[in-house]
């Protein structure tokens, strides 16, 4: 069955940065993308980029555009998602989701990334 | 971007009655390919969101058929025909036809 595994909980002080994996089974890892999405306290879903699992391509979110970069190791089938300069808006439930053709049809667990001094 | 928004942001639902949520894009979710990527997830409480309908109506596997969805354009519907206990959760629209994604705000759906 498909899973996608996310790493544990952080915890950063503002301008540091964070890499949250996302170990993906059950499937041809190359076969599909990843996108990530993150939900601060309360709120709702912000998509903040995708990248392809077969050659790499990303497109992020423009918000974010200098301060995330998106991967993928083949060789394990993980996803990883770094974000750096932290605020303390960037605080979030971070998740990946596996892109199919109808849509975000698996998620990960879920990573919470907390930013305080 | 495009902007999702929901209706209402909150539902309080007897069990055994219907449930609508309405969508509406600021602009257009049908692609040129005749598609249009509008779809809709749950997310349940403490839970990662689920897909619950892809490509406006089409619902994804495993959701049951008292969940269905319909629109064209800008305007969409999500309707639970019949509500029960672990419906609960917040409903979120989402947009795939420009990047970035976006997602409306969604809908909290809770049982009287």
């Known amino acids: 069955q498909v899973q996608l595994v996310q790493s544990g909980a952080e915890v950063k002080k503002p301008g540091a940065s964070v890499k949250v994996s996302c170990k993906a089974s059950?499937?041809?890892?190359?076969?599909?993308?990843i996108s990530w999405v993150r939900q601060a306290p309360g709120q709702g879903l912000e998509w903040m980029g995708w990248?392809?699992?077969?050659?790499?391509?990303?497109n992020y979110a423009q918000k974010l555009q200098g301060r995330v970069t998106m991967t993928t190791d083949t060789s394990t089938s993980t996803a990883y998602m770094e974000l750096r300069s932290l605020r303390s808006d960037d605080t979030a439930v971070y998740y990946c989701?596996?892109?199919?053709?109808?849509?975000?049809?698996?998620w990960g667990q879920g990573t919470l990334v907390t930013v305080s001094s | 971007d495009i902007v999702m928004t929901q209706t209402p942001l909150s539902l309080s639902v007897t069990p055994g009655q219907p449930a609508s949520i309405s969508c509406k894009s600021s602009?257009?979710?049908?692609?040129?390919?005749?598609?249009?990527?509008l779809y809709w997830y749950l997310q349940k409480p403490g839970q990662s969101p689920q897909l619950l309908i892809y490509?406006?109506?089409s619902r994804f596997s495993g959701v049951p058929d008292r969940f269905s969805g319909s629109g064209s354009g800008t305007d969409f519907t999500l309707k639970i025909s019949r509500v029960e206990a672990e419906d609960v959760g917040v409903y979120y629209c989402?947009?795939?036809?420009?990047?970035?994604?976006?997602f409306g705000q969604g809908t909290k759906l809770e049982i009287k």
């Open positions: 990248i392809s699992a077969y050659n790499g391509n990303t």
């Open positions: 989402m947009q795939g036809i420009h990047l970035p994604q976006t």
């Open positions: 490509e406006v109506s």
């Open positions: 059950g499937y041809t890892f190359t076969s599909y993308g």
């Open positions: 989701a596996r892109v199919a053709r109808v849509g975000f049809d698996y």
């Open positions: 602009q257009s979710l049908l692609h040129s390919d005749g598609k249009t990527y």
